[in-house]
């Protein structure tokens, strides 16, 4: 007599009963394509500490000073004399969590038998195997947990980049804590705010959105030799409806306009109709002569929604829509990690993201479910907050 030999756990049936068979078919499998949708243009990741407190070394592009004239017998003030500054703050910890219990794992295998019984009814020998099924079950869940931590780190660095800070909000942080702000400490005096639509959202015929970008980029330029701008690309693409800017980029694609009056106007917002994205984007990076990175990261977050009594996922974008960011070009900050606690020998685990984060895997042996738990304490933290501008646009409030 035959004996079926029951549903194994999908660490069991793969083998990895062990941190170091698990660790070897994570590297394997998942490591190479963990960061695969990561961006931290400007960051890079600092070595990792065991305090969840961090300084960060502050650096300033200043304005160059002149040599002072003195006489020949006196020593001039050394220059910088007011020290180095320190940026202090704490380090946050993302977590994330893949779980299978028996009813999923029953689920998976019916599955497969009715795909393989489609297969067969059209005559292909080649069906689908339990190990096959298994295995894109495991490898998607650890995906979706690498994900969930690039994603984290995706929006931290946008949120910096745009903001100047990150605050968890029900908005971005539903199933965690909330009403936090991790600030990069950018002064109030670097942030500028335009008015360009009225409190309906309709264009202000009085606004001037042309000049105040101009303007924007001739005042950071002053300061620095090498700058780039930063912006949302999709509220780029919105912004760029509004008249005046429909009207300059008719003139960017056909400068003669500008010197035929009140029919040139007329001709460029026309010519600026047919004008794709793309187009969009080069023409105004030849306006403001400077790098633009279009940022059109969106972050996922899931929450329970009480309305429909469902499990949704909601799109948040890294950048936020309407702001214009300029800062040097280059590194502007690390990302601060703190080096995961190890389980004891019992446990199986394995790190992540070369060593600075960690997933851990659990079995209820009395519920029969399979969990995999991961970690990562980083932030993105830049070190350059007193050169980072933003030019915030906004509705008029009344």
């Not at 004239?69 to 703050?89: F, M, N």
């Not at 030799?225 to 509004?242: C, G, I, L, P, T």
């Not at 004008?275 to 929450?303: A, D, S, T, Y």
């Not at 070369?354 to 990562?376: A, C, H, N, P, T």
């Amino acid at each position: 007599m035959d004996y079926y030999k029951g549903l194994d756990t999908l660490m069991g049936y793969k083998g990895l009963t062990s941190s170091e068979s698990f660790s070897a078919w994570y590297r394997s499998v998942i490591a190479p394509y963990e960061s695969q949708d990561l961006d931290l243009t400007g960051f890079e990741f600092d070595l990792p500490q065991i305090d969840f407190n961090y300084e960060q070394l502050e650096i300033e592009g200043q304005v160059k000073v002149m040599a002072t004239y003195l006489d020949a017998y006196s020593e001039p003030v050394p220059l910088g004399t007011k020290g180095i500054g320190a940026l202090h703050g704490a380090i946050p910890r993302h977590k994330a969590i893949f779980r299978r219990d028996e009813g999923d794992m029953r689920a998976i295998e019916i599955a497969r038998q009715k795909i393989n019984a489609s297969v067969n009814m059209i005559g292909d020998v080649n069906g689908i195997t339990f190990d096959d099924v298994l295995t894109e079950s495991l490898a998607g869940g650890i995906f979706e947990l690498t994900d969930a931590h690039v994603g984290t780190l995706n929006y931290q660095r946008g949120q910096m980049c745009s903001k100047g800070e990150v605050t968890l909000t029900n908005a971005n942080n539903p199933k965690g804590i909330q009403g936090v702000t991790f600030s990069a400490q950018v002064p109030a005096s670097n942030k500028t705010t335009v008015e360009w639509y009225t409190n309906s959202g309709a264009a202000k015929d009085d606004a001037d959105p042309v000049g105040d970008v101009r303007d924007f980029v001739h005042k950071v330029k002053r300061l620095y030799r090498n700058v780039e701008m930063e912006v949302n690309a999709e509220s780029f693409y919105e912004m760029m409806k509004h008249p005046k800017w429909q009207v300059e980029l008719g003139y960017l694609r056909n400068p003669v306009l500008r010197l035929a009056g009140a029919e040139g106007q007329t001709q460029a917002a026309e010519i600026a109709k047919g004008i794709f994205e793309e187009e969009q984007q080069q023409l105004f990076r030849q306006m403001v002569g400077i790098p633009v990175k279009f940022n059109n990261i969106v972050c996922g977050v899931e929450r329970w929604d009480k309305v429909s009594g469902k499990l949704v996922r909601d799109q948040l974008d890294a950048f936020e829509p309407r702001v214009f960011a300029i800062r040097p070009a280059g590194a502007i900050g690390t990302i601060k990690n703190v080096t995961p606690m190890l389980p004891d020998k019992s446990g199986i685990y394995s790190l992540i993201y070369d060593g600075r984060g960690i997933i851990e895997y659990r079995y209820d042996q009395k519920m029969k479910i399979q969990e995999w738990v991961s970690e990562l304490t980083a932030l993105c933290v830049p070190n350059r907050p007193k050169d980072m501008y933003f030019l915030n646009v906004v509705n008029a409030a009344s």
